[in-house]
Nanobody, 120 residues
Framework: QVQLEESGGGLVQAGGSLTLSCVASRRTGDMYFMGWFRQVTGKEREFLAS????????YAADSLKGRFTITRDSAKNTLYLQINNLKPEDTAVYYC?????????????WGQGTQVTVSS
């Protein structure tokens, strides 16, 4: 079992920045993928980005790369997501996830989520 705990969400004005953190209860190993999803109310949960402990980060779309940065500190079992130039459409619950396989295929463990609200 792996527990994931997100933090760093909150209310921020458009144009601002946030860094979300996700701490895993135990080391999952460099081959495990850790990543971020988000869910807008009334919509499906969408994959944003992931990375293994040894690979390069993967983003769901090129359009995310300019504003979203995923980093991982394996020594601290912690994953981060920095979001710059926040927009009202970024308002969502952001979830951390981990899995031994590609997160787009199967998520083994989810965090509880952290709410990000962007005001215009």
């Amino acid at each position: 079992q792996v527990q994931l705990e997100e933090s760093g969400g909150g209310l921020v004005q458009a144009g601002g920045s946030l860094t979300l953190s996700c701490v895993a209860s135990r080391r999952t190993g460099d081959m495990y993928f850790m990543g971020w999803f988000r869910q807008v109310t009334g919509k499906e949960r969408e994959f944003l980005a992931s990375r293994s402990g040894i690979g390069t980060p993967y983003y769901a779309a090129d359009s995310l790369k300019g504003r979203f940065t995923i980093t991982r500190d394996s020594a601290k079992n912690t994953l981060y997501l920095q979001i710059n130039n926040l927009k009202p459409e970024d308002t969502a619950v952001y979830y951390c996830a981990t899995s031994p396989v590609d997160l787009r295929s199967r998520v083994a463990y989810w965090g509880q989520g952290t709410q990000v609200t962007v005001s215009s």
